[in-house]
């Protein structure tokens, strides 16, 4: 198995030569291999990095003094980290598994941040690989979720995924190596733990050759996978458009698309979308139909899907900007300028000539509310805004962006940058004219 992960090293992971390299170390057989494997036999300026959780009593700080003995043994640097795992599990609202996780992971970069580690190595092997192949096919998923486990994952470096647990127990005895081990494994009310005792065994006894061809499979896979993204990449940039921070999709484009569930899922899964139902309903739903997912919303306008992220949408929603007499400029979610002039002059979409008199200091700036009136300059009467962006055929999103340019009466002197208010024009009796000005 030496010769086989230097080779393996030498054809993956050169990068990692050379590299100070942090090593998670539990103690069991796994962790201890690596942990082996990096020092002794590929010579690698490592070290070790422990984490106790405080979740099995003495066993917990059992496993904590093993990889300090063991550190110390092999003469390199440990790192070891008590955690309050169900505590902060409690506070967060998940899982002790999902706890020990987030923990783990946080205090890793942390720690090769502040020491200068460049890359951690974890000891998964074919045996966890599998585990997790199997997990994802019984809860249900796409092709990513079968292409096993990433043998590199930013600066998460993992080497021994080609190996059996089988390989690695036997490598561990030859060279005569102490682990310890978790006797949490064993539980099986842990659905990992349930496919690792249960499942995997019984495939074992019909194939003895499982974990090698699983392997093979899984380079097939993430073969695929990585055409398949090239290919939709291609399509996708031919058919996503980006405009004003947002991405517009045609809707007939996407209907042209063959299986249209599939694209659908390949190009909005990353924005984590997963009701591909509701995704497809829209494709023949009406315009404002909206599909959300944590991070982002999708809806249809007109001829077009638009995504939008949340946090983007929600910006600004409910603040008022207040912009005092005689300001000259104003900076905040846009620019204004004021300047009092002799006449109009210079017209255009970003400008405004209005009658200071008419005005009531101080002016606002806000974004639109159920209700709005103004009176749109060139015509006669009021009109709801809202009628005001369906006539302009305001996107969704359009009309959440438009500000508002309001005085102290919260009469709307500018729908900005698109349409001035009849009351406050420049007329014969004007004294003081106040331009107005986006920049």
């Known amino acids: ?167 690695i127990e036997t490598f561990a005895k030859e060279k005569g190596l102490q682990w310890i081990e978790d006797s949490s494994n064993e539980e099986t009310k842990y659905l990992r733990n349930k496919i690792r005792h249960e499942v995997i065994p019984g495939l074992k006894d019909l194939n003895t050759a499982l974990v090698s061809n699983f392997n093979k499979t899984i380079e097939y896979l993430q073969g695929t996978s990585s055409m398949l993204e090239d290919h939709i990449n291609v399509v996708r940039s031919a058919i996503f458009v980006k405009e004003n921070g947002l991405i517009k999709v045609p809707v007939a484009s996407l209907k042209a698309l063959r299986p249209v569930n599939a694209y659908l899922y390949a190009f909005f899964n990353r924005y984590g979308f997963t009701e591909w139902n509701d995704l497809e309903h829209l494709l023949v739903g009406q315009t404002g139909k909206m599909v959300l997912s944590p991070t982002h919303r999708l809806f249809r306008d007109r001829d077009f899907l638009i995504l939008q992220e949340l946090r983007e949408a929600d910006a600004h929603e409910n603040t008022t900007y207040v912009i005092r007499k005689k300001n000259t400029r104003f900076t905040g979610p846009l620019t204004l300028s004021f300047e009092n002039v002799d006449a109009i002059t210079h017209t255009a979409k970003n400008v405004i000539y209005v009658d200071e008199g008419k005005l009531s200091f101080p ?77």
Not at 65 to 75: G, I, S
Not at 392 to 421: H, N, Y
């Open 1 to 167: 198995m030496e010769q086989e992960f230097k080779k393996h090293i030498e054809e993956k992971f050169p990068f990692i030569k050379g590299e100070s390299l942090l090593i998670a170390v539990s103690g069991g057989l796994d962790s201890v291999v690596l942990a082996y494997l990096s020092m002794h036999c590929c010579g690698f300026k490592t070290a070790i990095a422990h984490c106790n959780f405080q979740l099995r009593g003495a066993e917990s700080e059992r496993d904590a003094r093993f990889v300090e003995a063991l550190a110390k043994q092999w003469d390199v640097p440990c790192f070891v980290r008590r955690f309050d795992t169900e505590a902060w599990a409690g506070s967060h609202g998940v899982s002790t598994q999902m706890a020990a996780r987030e923990l783990r992971y946080e205090w890793f970069y942390k720690l090769m941040e502040e020491q200068g580690y460049r890359y951690l190595l974890t000891g998964h092997h074919a045996d966890d690989n599998l585990e997790t192949f199997i997990i994802n096919l019984s809860r249900g998923t796409g092709l990513e979720g079968l292409t096993g486990i990433p043998a590199v994952n930013g600066n998460v470096v993992r080497p021994l995924l080609p190996f059996s647990r089988e390989q």
């Open 363 to 439: 002016l606002k700036i806000r974004k639109w509310e159920d209700g709005d009136r103004f009176e749109p300059f060139g015509l006669k009467g009021s009109k709801k805004l809202s009628k005001f962006f369906k006539d302009e055929k305001f996107s969704l999103a359009e009309k959440e962006r438009q500000w508002l340019l309001c005085d102290a009466q919260d009469r709307i002197v500018w729908v900005i940058g698109k349409r001035a208010d009849n009351r406050f024009r420049v007329d014969d009796h004007t004294e003081e004219i106040l331009r107005i000005r986006t920049h």
